[in-house]
């Protein structure tokens, strides 16, 4: 079998990958040896998820080496790291809903045992290494998810991985299946299975690791026992000592309602449970209104209502007291909605427009952008002005407003985006993670100019899966569990862990998020 | 500088690719690639095939300009065939039957063509917009009912009048023509091609001006960033949809007002495909679509001349074919060139901006 002599399952070395205007690693190090629970820990946008491509063959290196088993191996393809014996198993499933998990397992493997007797056997014999308890024909769309996930480990399993990758694998678990994951993988690794664990929850990476890997900013910082390392150690070593804090300091907030929502409901997708019941709250002038939750609860959809993208069942929605429940998203944007999506490349941008054609959008029936009557005559030269003017103010590093949004580095596009809808003076402000996915040095500028717009007196309504963003910047938090706002909780008193356990449903307690 | 080359480098290449394989082609099939390309500059100026070519590219051009309309947002407006033909021929029913004073009865006969085209495209506007029908599927069933109405409605027994062994409409009066420029022996300039014209240019400045134009741009680059922007995707389509069918509708009228007069049985078919490809070959741009007509008109030209001279015509469809096949590659192979470029470039200066940062500090 696989060749003893060599210590590491796997080994990476020197890895460099570069990206237009961003290096996603640098000279990254990684040793997992065989048969444990290897940890990779970072922050969003550390450069984990390349990483992984990297040693999955879906992306090539730029440079720097990978073995597997001793041997130096190159990837061109998936393909080539599934022989190898190496599985992923990504953080959004690839299932098909309408198959059966047999038929999930065997599709693109079928030359493997075949579909027969043989295949089944193997899948059986698999359900029980990992503790899949369902008959194998039965549907993927009737399963939950943690038993989805548990396919989607069979699947790699059953293509001979023996080291696994995990992309994730909380962040879709409530606390027990978390639990439940966790004994599976242990029971695995007794197995002799390795696993590379990716994740940025640190009292999770430390109840289930034998070794830890950090990475920040796309280098590897160093190693870590998590016998010994505490939660605090992690952090620091993940975000370093000059990551800028994202805390307010003194309170701005009045009287002025900005935004009033009252028993707001989304129905669900054909006679699915709703996605949002009964969601009331209030953002007043000057003040930031932080939304927490465990993602795919809602907070997407409440984002996209209170826009007037989806059409809420019931509900008011009104800002500054003008009622504008049945207004279309334009006529929202209007009156004074400013709007930050969450994937700012799927909503907020036109990717192969100029920087300053992306300044109309949302605009275009406005000054400066319209010069208004009968045709909406744009004015490009005032939407190029002012384009340069955001580029200036709001530090946008590009050569001009004439390149192609999509030239522009994920921060970058991102401040641009901020600095749009912080145009023409917003009464209220939605920022759905307004900071994933860039870098430091563009997070600590979008934390300041959030915080001088607060000042100014805007309305914020902060959705984040940062909890320290959250707990930061904003000056009361509400928690939303399965599309209800569940508690809430004082960002000057409470603790990421109690805020974890409030999101997960579990009892305020720091012990049940793992 | 990398902008014209961005624009004007594929279809060049695209050119110059497509004439080597008919070079090739004609090769095998034992014919010399100089002589017909002799024939084909030498016809420009026999006769009247060069007010000819220019009286097509505008019809082509005018086709191609509905078809570009919808390609904007992403819609494929099949349908061009049939709006133009029901409008051409609606529209000559009613000015056969209308008696008014010359420029008014002109002017409401186009107005009738082009309703007509807008209505018929609103069908499969209302379709998508309202029950997600797609609107490939519906325009082209819509073109084979647009052939069936009308071959109902210049029935005798409808609308039509018997002429010899031929149906047509009633002709329509002088007071309704469309006068044309006439350059003796050399032919007539149909008059519509300056309404060709004028479409073109406003089919530009309502996509570079207006804010109808950047909304049909942004919702078909990204309609979601569009719907988080404040545009109305449905009303987007069916907009999109109406207009592309109201140009469609005056696709008929160069030849209905200016040379024919009445819609027969036996009136021009296929420009509305012919205007796919126009569009495609111009890429959407008023001035591409131009060209692209243009070197349309005078391929279709040259089949006729080199038949003359014991060519075989084909080989102008091969040349057709190739060059929009070849054109569509090459933008695209640029466009992905150019946008790494793009990336690059950016990235390289902002490097050389911080190092000079640097030493200032």
């Given at each position: ?514 | ?324 096949l070849s054109v569509v590659i090459a933008y695209e192979i640029v466009r992905r060139y150019e946008l790494a470029a793009e990336q690059r470039r950016v990235a390289a200066q902002l490097r050389s901006a911080a190092a000079a940062e640097k030493v200032a500090s």
């Amino acid at each position: 079998m696989a060749t003893s002599a060599a210590e590491f399952a796997v080994e990476l070395s020197g890895i460099t990958k570069r990206f237009p205007g961003v290096v996603a690693n640098d000279d990254i190090h990684l040793q997992v040896r065989r048969g444990e629970v290897h940890a990779l820990c970072g922050e969003n946008g550390a450069g984990k998820s390349t990483l992984m491509k990297i040693l999955y063959g879906m992306q090539q290196p730029d440079e720097g080496t990978i073995s597997v088993n001793g041997e130096h191996v190159r990837f061109r393809s998936p393909s080539d790291a599934i022989k190898a014996g190496i599985g992923m198993v990504h953080q959004h499933f690839m299932l098909a809903d309408n198959l059966t998990v047999a038929e999930n397992i065997l599709l693109g493997a079928e030359g493997l045992l075949g579909i027969g007797g043989a295949a089944r056997r193997r899948i059986a014999e698999l359900a029980g290494t990992v503790g899949l308890d369902v008959d194998p024909r039965v549907l993927v769309e009737r399963l939950g998810v943690a038993d989805r996930q548990r396919v989607e480990i069979i699947k790699v399993l059953y293509r001979g991985a023996r080291t696994v990758i995990l992309d994730e694998p909380t962040a879709v678990l409530v606390p027990q299946e978390v639990g439940e994951l966790f004994d599976t993988l242990r029971a695995m690794r007794s197995d002799g299975f390795t696993f590379l664990f990716i994740s940025h929850k640190l009292d999770e990476v430390r109840a289930i690791a034998d070794s830890i890997t950090v990475i920040r900013r796309g280098m590897s910082v160093g190693t870590a026992d998590p016998a010994s390392v505490t939660s605090r150690q992690l952090a620091e070593m993940m975000v370093g000592s000059e990551l800028p804090s994202p805390e307010t300091r003194d309170s701005t907030v009045t009287h002025r309602e900005a935004l009033r929502v009252e028993g707001l409901e989304l129905a669900g997708e054909s006679g699915a449970r709703p996605v949002l019941t009964g969601i009331d709250l209030v953002v007043r002038a000057g003040e930031v209104l932080g939304i927490a939750g465990v993602e795919g609860n809602g907070q997407t959809e409440l984002v996209e209502t209170i826009m007037g993208m989806r059409r809420a069942s019931s509900g008011t929605v009104a800002l500054a007291g003008r009622d504008l429940s049945h207004a279309s998203t334009l006529e929202r944007r209007e009156a004074g909605i400013g709007y930050v999506p969450e994937d700012r490349t799927r909503h907020g941008l036109l990717a192969s427009q100029p920087l300053w054609a992306n300044r109309m959008l949302g605009y275009q029936s406005r000054p400066p952008v319209s010069r208004g009557g009968f045709l909406g005559l744009l004015d490009r030269g005032a939407a190029r002005r002012d384009t340069e003017r955001i580029v200036a103010e709001f530090d946008v590093r590009t050569p001009s407003v004439d390149v192609p949004a999509a030239a522009l580095s994920g921060g970058n596009q991102q401040k641009l985006v901020v600095g749009r809808e912080l145009s023409g003076d917003p009464v209220l402000l939605i920022a759905s993670h307004p900071t994933r996915g860039v870098d430091v040095g563009a997070q600590a500028g979008i934390w300041e100019e959030l915080r001088r717009a607060r000042a100014r007196g805007l309305a914020v309504l902060l959705v984040s899966a940062d909890l320290d963003e959250l707990i930061g910047l904003s000056d009361r938090i509400k928690v939303m569990l399965r599309g209800t706002l569940v508690a809430d909780a004082d960002p000057a008193t409470v603790t990421p862990e109690e805020l974890g356990a409030a999101m997960t449903g579990a009892d305020g307690s720091a012990e049940a998020v793992v | 500088m990398t902008r014209a080359r961005t624009v004007l480098l594929p279809p060049a290449l695209a050119i110059v690719f497509a004439a080597l394989l008919c070079a090739v082609a004609l090769l095998i099939s034992g014919d010399s690639p100089v002589t017909a390309l002799r024939v084909m500059v030498t016809q420009v100026g026999e006769g009247t095939t060069a007010v000819d070519i220019v009286n097509s590219g505008a019809i082509y051009y005018i086709a191609a300009l509905a078809v570009a309309i919808g390609f904007q947002m992403k819609l494929f407006n099949i349908g061009i065939e049939g709006q133009y033909r029901l409008a051409a021929c609606v529209a000559a029913i009613v000015g056969g039957a209308l008696v008014l004073p010359p420029v008014v009865h002109t002017l409401v006969i186009i107005v009738v063509a082009a309703v007509v085209g807008a209505v018929w495209a609103g069908i499969a506007a209302l379709l998508k917009a309202y029950r997600g029908v797609s609107e490939v599927i519906s325009t082209i069933m819509l073109n084979f009912i647009a052939t069936g109405l009308i071959a109902f409605l210049i029935r005798p027994d409808s609308f039509g009048v018997l002429q010899g062994n031929n149906i047509s409409t009633a002709p329509i009066e002088p007071s309704g023509h469309f006068p044309g420029i006439s350059f003796g022996s050399s032919g007539t300039l149909f008059g519509m091609v300056a309404v060709a014209v004028l479409l073109g240019l406003g089919y530009w400045f309502l996509l570079n001006r207006t804010r109808f134009g950047f909304e049909l741009k942004a919702s078909g680059e990204s309609p979601t960033a569009a719907t988080a922007g404040g545009v109305d995707a449905r009303r987007m389509v069916i907009i999109a949809l109406v207009l592309s069918g109201a140009v469609a509708g005056l696709v008929g009228l160069p030849e209905l007002l200016g040379r024919d007069l009445a819609y027969t049985l036996t009136s021009p078919q296929g420009y509305g495909f012919t205007g796919i490809a126009v569009a495609l070959l111009g890429r959407n741009h008023p001035l591409g679509i131009a060209l692209g007509a243009l070197l349309w008109a005078f391929l279709d030209k040259s089949a006729l001349a080199l038949d003359n001279v014991g060519v075989p015509r084909e080989i102008v469809l091969i040349m057709q074919g190739s060059v929009v096949l070849s054109v569509v590659i090459a933008y695209e192979i640029v466009r992905r060139y150019e946008l790494a470029a793009e990336q690059r470039r950016v990235a390289a200066q902002l490097r050389s901006a911080a190092a000079a940062e640097k030493v200032a500090s």
